[in-house]
């Protein structure tokens, strides 16, 4: 029987095959385990991983076993071209081209006759549809029919096997079997940055290490000029055309798919996107939207998401942008529908989150209702932590676009959910460029209140100068009482932490005229409630109660203000020796906040529990609680905290 060819031969081992042979043992085990009959296998992936390379591979190996040759088709640039492809397959199989049959069935069933018995490898490369597999399936024999998938395959669930992004290690590899060991050696920061730009795609590395090489010719740090040069949107392209590896794949999208895909480079978004916020900046139905998202993950250019939020690579961003012809005018339109649709969402989670805060009223009385308002506290924060990357990229591109309303509201409208759930490396970053936003706004009271909660993130990570500096920077810039009540009430709060007492009595007592002078009850007993922390037990103890008692007469839910007075009584009868009292307190207090996953405040009680088991005398009572804090502190990344609790660890230590 005469071995056949291909309508273009087999590619060679062209380019460094790395991090690949455990899946290429999967497939051969799957081949050489069936017993007679064809076999079709599928190979997936996203566009540019190495798909036809590593089906290349896999033919490589596996020629001996098919005696008859192979058939290697592409249908990369040509998807809908089955009648011309079995064409070519009729020529390879040695019919003249005037025999050849017009009609795509009567060539299909020559191609079924001719490769009928045969033991080949069919190669079919860039596949769309089960149309073009069905259309190229050998007859009857002991053939191997390969399928690389340029999107996923109908029926083909039991044989697909998926390539997938190359991790740091293995690209590395890839890329110094591009450039030679010595290139990598001499820079390997730029290596590392190479890799990471080139996320996880073999294209894309060799491409880029391709250039490398060019480039060695004329400069001793090329690793580093091509960083330079993929990192500047205006010269990128030169090096590596975006269009090369995601083109194809973009142009077998339908139209609203495309229009979805156009939408991923929008700035705001920061590269995670869900189809609610493309759909408002699209102007596009939001059932649309996610069908066309669907589409996108099945082409492999957006990954599967189990919440609806989908992560874009950068490459596909860049693409994104590069495909995206329209006039700025257009993409400013659609950045600006983004931004509303965040901004509109942040304003209906901080209804949720905070109803009674004042800051909403006092610095943007003008703000209005919700068009679209959360059902709840727990949805409103669900959703703002799906969305917490892109309302940060929003925030800054807001910034970069002298938006500054926008900016300074945003973190206004953000500081329940920071506060809450300790997202302080988001709050520092946003409030800093915030508070040039209120100043450029020229809204001294915005800027104290950023000021205010920047000091806050501050107080909380320990560092309590750097607090105690932004509380008096709120307090300079407070242009009302009630901003400056709550600037001097911080200062005491940084004070107290840092050990400076007197100033943190002064500052509490001057906080609590303050409150007075406002005459607003809720205010009045939180100042009484900060006094009591500073002052000694005899006196603390007292203006606790009070506190407890006006906590309780709000018609808001004041639970946590009551677990946090609990709190604070039970540390200070720790200081008078009232320990079963002490214990009564804090067990309330550490009930309450674990069951509102108040998990900061429910770390500070355990410490406070340790310490009453320490005085009396309860070892290993005192290490379990300390024990506790630390995983909390641990877990929310708080080393100040956590460097205190491991100090009182080793004190019991050296005690026992």
């Given at each position: 029987m005469t071995e056949v060819g291909s309508n273009l031969l087999l590619p060679a081992r062209d380019c460094p095959f790395v991090n690949r042979e455990v899946l290429l043992q999967k497939v051969t085990e799957q081949v050489l385990s069936v017993d007679g009959g064809n076999h079709t296998i599928h190979v997936g992936g996203p566009a540019g991983c190495g798909k036809t390379a590593f089906g290349i591979e896999v033919v490589h190996r596996l020629r001996g076993y098919f005696a008859d040759g192979d058939l290697f088709f592409s249908f990369a640039e040509q998807p809908d071209s089955v009648a011309e492809v079995l064409r070519e397959a009729l020529l390879e199989l040695g019919i003249p081209n005037g025999d050849i049959p017009d009609h795509p069935n009567a060539r299909q069933s020559l191609y079924r006759k001719l490769t009928e018995g045969r033991s080949l490898v069919v190669f079919l490369d860039g596949v769309v549809s089960a149309k073009q597999i069905r259309a190229l399936q050998p007859g009857p024999g002991a053939s191997l029919v390969l399928v690389t998938e340029a999107r996923p395959i109908d029926g083909a669930a039991e044989n697909v096997f998926v390539v997938d992004l190359l991790d740091a290690a293995a690209a590395l590899q890839m890329l110094t079997g591009v450039v030679g060991a010595e290139r990598i050696a001499a820079e390997p920061d730029s290596a590392a940055e190479l890799v990471a730009l080139c996320e996880g795609l073999p294209m894309a590395l060799s491409v880029v290490g391709a250039t490398v090489r060019r480039a060695a010719r004329r400069t001793p740090n090329p690793?580093?000029?091509?960083?330079?040069?993929?990192?500047?949107?205006?010269?990128?392209?030169?090096?590596?055309?975006?269009?090369?590896?995601?083109?194809?794949?973009?142009?077998?999208?339908?139209e609203p798919a495309r229009a979805c895909y156009r939408g991923l480079s929008l700035r705001t978004h920061g590269g995670l996107v869900s189809a609610a916020a493309l759909s408002a900046a699209l102007d596009i139905p939001e059932f649309a939207v996610e069908e066309a998202l669907i589409e996108l993950s099945e082409y492999y250019l957006l990954p599967h998401s189990d919440d609806g939020v989908y992560a874009v690579r950068e490459l596909v961003r860049w693409h994104s942008r590069d495909v995206d012809d329209r006039p700025d005018d257009a993409r400013r339109i659609e950045e600006e529908r983004l931004r509303g649709f965040y901004g509109e969402k942040m304003l209906s989670a901080d209804l949720q989150l905070a109803p009674a805060r004042p800051w909403r009223d006092l610095l943007f009385p003008d703000i209005g209702g919700c068009r679209d308002p959360f059902g709840s506290a727990d949805e409103a924060r669900a959703w703002l932590r799906r969305e917490r990357i892109g309302i940060r990229a929003a925030i800054e591109h807001a910034y970069d676009e002298g938006q500054w309303e926008f900016v300074w509201r945003s973190c206004v409208l953000l500081w329940a959910f920071y506060e809450k759930e300790k997202y302080l490396d988001d709050l520092k970053a946003v409030h800093r460029i915030g508070i040039i936003a209120a100043r450029e706004s020229g809204n001294p009271g915005a800027e104290s209140v950023l000021h205010l909660q920047l000091g806050f993130a501050h107080y909380w990570l320990c560092e309590f100068d750097a607090a105690v500096t932004e509380f008096t920077a709120a307090v300079e810039c407070a242009d009302q009482v009630q901003l400056e009540a709550s600037a001097v009430e911080g200062q005491g709060l940084a004070l107290l932490a840092r050990l400076s007492i007197p100033e943190a009595v002064a500052a509490f007592r001057y906080n609590e005229k303050l409150a007075r002078r406002i005459d607003d009850p809720r205010r009045i007993a939180l100042a009484i409630f900060h006094r009591a922390k500073a002052e000694p037990a005899e006196t603390a103890l007292p203006l606790l109660d009070t506190a407890a008692a006006a906590f309780a007469a709000?018609?808001?839910?004041?639970?946590?203000?009551?677990?946090?007075?609990?709190?604070?009584?039970?540390?200070?009868?720790?200081?008078?020796?009232?320990?079963?009292?002490?214990?009564?307190?804090?067990?309330?207090?550490?009930?309450?906040?674990?069951?509102?996953?108040?998990?900061?405040?429910?770390?500070?009680?355990?410490?406070?529990?340790?310490?009453?088991?320490?005085?009396?005398?309860?070892?290993?009572?005192?290490?379990?609680?300390?024990?506790?804090?630390?995983?909390?502190?641990?877990?929310?990344?708080?080393?100040?905290?956590?460097?205190?609790?491991?100090?009182?660890?080793?004190?019991?230590?050296?005690?026992?």
């Amino acid at each position: 029987m005469t071995e056949v060819g291909s309508n273009l031969l087999l590619p060679a081992r062209d380019c460094p095959f790395v991090n690949r042979e455990v899946l290429l043992q999967k497939v051969t085990e799957q081949v050489l385990s069936v017993d007679g009959g064809n076999h079709t296998i599928h190979v997936g992936g996203p566009a540019g991983c190495g798909k036809t390379a590593f089906g290349i591979e896999v033919v490589h190996r596996l020629r001996g076993y098919f005696a008859d040759g192979d058939l290697f088709f592409s249908f990369a640039e040509q998807p809908d071209s089955v009648a011309e492809v079995l064409r070519e397959a009729l020529l390879e199989l040695g019919i003249p081209n005037g025999d050849i049959p017009d009609h795509p069935n009567a060539r299909q069933s020559l191609y079924r006759k001719l490769t009928e018995g045969r033991s080949l490898v069919v190669f079919l490369d860039g596949v769309v549809s089960a149309k073009q597999i069905r259309a190229l399936q050998p007859g009857p024999g002991a053939s191997l029919v390969l399928v690389t998938e340029a999107r996923p395959i109908d029926g083909a669930a039991e044989n697909v096997f998926v390539v997938d992004l190359l991790d740091a290690a293995a690209a590395l590899q890839m890329l110094t079997g591009v450039v030679g060991a010595e290139r990598i050696a001499a820079e390997p920061d730029s290596a590392a940055e190479l890799v990471a730009l080139c996320e996880g795609l073999p294209m894309a590395l060799s491409v880029v290490g391709a250039t490398v090489r060019r480039a060695a010719r004329r400069t001793p740090n090329p690793l580093a000029e091509t960083v330079v040069r993929l990192r500047d949107e205006r010269r990128r392209g030169a090096i590596l055309s975006s269009d090369v590896v995601f083109g194809a794949t973009y142009r077998m999208l339908s139209e609203p798919a495309r229009a979805c895909y156009r939408g991923l480079s929008l700035r705001t978004h920061g590269g995670l996107v869900s189809a609610a916020a493309l759909s408002a900046a699209l102007d596009i139905p939001e059932f649309a939207v996610e069908e066309a998202l669907i589409e996108l993950s099945e082409y492999y250019l957006l990954p599967h998401s189990d919440d609806g939020v989908y992560a874009v690579r950068e490459l596909v961003r860049w693409h994104s942008r590069d495909v995206d012809d329209r006039p700025d005018d257009a993409r400013r339109i659609e950045e600006e529908r983004l931004r509303g649709f965040y901004g509109e969402k942040m304003l209906s989670a901080d209804l949720q989150l905070a109803p009674a805060r004042p800051w909403r009223d006092l610095l943007f009385p003008d703000i209005g209702g919700c068009r679209d308002p959360f059902g709840s506290a727990d949805e409103a924060r669900a959703w703002l932590r799906r969305e917490r990357i892109g309302i940060r990229a929003a925030i800054e591109h807001a910034y970069d676009e002298g938006q500054w309303e926008f900016v300074w509201r945003s973190c206004v409208l953000l500081w329940a959910f920071y506060e809450k759930e300790k997202y302080l490396d988001d709050l520092k970053a946003v409030h800093r460029i915030g508070i040039i936003a209120a100043r450029e706004s020229g809204n001294p009271g915005a800027e104290s209140v950023l000021h205010l909660q920047l000091g806050f993130a501050h107080y909380w990570l320990c560092e309590f100068d750097a607090a105690v500096t932004e509380f008096t920077a709120a307090v300079e810039c407070a242009d009302q009482v009630q901003l400056e009540a709550s600037a001097v009430e911080g200062q005491g709060l940084a004070l107290l932490a840092r050990l400076s007492i007197p100033e943190a009595v002064a500052a509490f007592r001057y906080n609590e005229k303050l409150a007075r002078r406002i005459d607003d009850p809720r205010r009045i007993a939180l100042a009484i409630f900060h006094r009591a922390k500073a002052e000694p037990a005899e006196t603390a103890l007292p203006l606790l109660d009070t506190a407890a008692a006006a906590f309780a007469a709000q018609k808001q839910d004041e639970t946590e203000n009551l677990a946090k007075v609990a709190h604070w009584r039970g540390r200070k009868l720790i200081d008078v020796g009232s320990y079963d009292d002490a214990a009564g307190e804090l067990n309330a207090a550490h009930e309450v906040m674990s069951a509102r996953r108040r998990t900061f405040d429910v770390a500070e009680i355990l410490t406070a529990m340790a310490e009453l088991a320490n005085r009396r005398g309860d070892r290993p009572q005192a290490r379990a609680r300390y024990e506790q804090a630390l995983a909390v502190y641990t877990e929310l990344s708080f080393a100040e905290p956590a460097r205190r609790v491991r100090t009182a660890l080793r004190q019991l230590d050296q005690s026992s």
